[in-house]
Every structure is written in structure tokens, then in C-alpha cells.
């Protein structure tokens, strides 16, 4: 059975950071594009980053460009997304998709 688990969430001040972890159960991320997305509170869904499976380069959303970084466990199990400089705006429930697949969600809130 495919489970992807979120963790790492909750609540900062500005500026400070938080490190989400997604893990996933029953494959690997071998051959998959890992891609962590958010929803702000009365908005749609948004990407944030993603690992591309073609040649494993980074992308960003240009709101999150140089605060975030996206990586991988050596494992092929864990998909992580630093977060640094965090500001009210990144307030949301952040999830990845990993060939599909959704995670619970994880609760990030930035507020002082």
C-alpha cells in the first residue's frame, strides 16, 4: 500500500525556519518527480517545489526562491523541504505528491 507521510510542521515567527520531511511507504522515489505544494487558508492549492524525475534538477516558486530548499533522503525514502526566512505568507497546510500521490498534510503557521 502507497503512503506518504508528512511531519515537521508548526508554528514559527518570521524569519524563523522549519524543516518538513515526507516519507513515503510501500515504493521508492527512484523514477518519480517529488513535488511539495501548499494551501494558504481560502486559496487553491500551490506548487511550491518540485524535484524533476528527467534529470533531478530543482524548481522553485518564484515567492519561495532562495528560502527554500528541496532534497532527498540517500535512502530514496524521505523528501525534505527547508525553510528559511519564513514569512506570514507561507502560512498554510504544505503536502507532497510523490508519482500521484497525496501526503496528510503538515500545518506550517508563521505568525508572532
Known amino acids: 500500500q502507497v503512503q506518504l507521510v508528512e511531519s515537521g510542521g508548526g508554528l514559527v515567527q518570521p524569519g524563523g525556519s522549519l524543516r518538513l520531511s515526507c516519507t513515503v511507504f510501500g515504493f521508492t522515489l527512484d523514477y518519480y518527480s517529488i513535488a511539495w505544494f501548499r494551501q494558504a487558508p481560502g486559496k487553491g492549492r500551490e506548487g511550491v517545489s518540485c524535484?524533476?524525475?528527467?534529470?533531478?534538477?530543482?524548481y522553485y516558486a518564484d515567492s519561495v526562491k532562495g528560502r527554500f530548499t528541496i532534497s532527498r533522503s540517500t535512502n530514496g525514502y524521505t523528501v525534505f523541504l527547508q525553510m528559511y526566512s519564513l514569512k506570514p505568507e507561507d502560512t498554510g497546510v504544505y503536502y507532497c505528491?510523490?508519482?500521484?500521490?497525496w501526503g496528510q498534510g503538515t500545518q506550517v503557521t508563521v505568525s508572532s
Open positions: 524535484i524533476r524525475s528527467s534529470d533531478g534538477s530543482p
Open positions: 505528491n510523490i508519482g500521484g500521490n
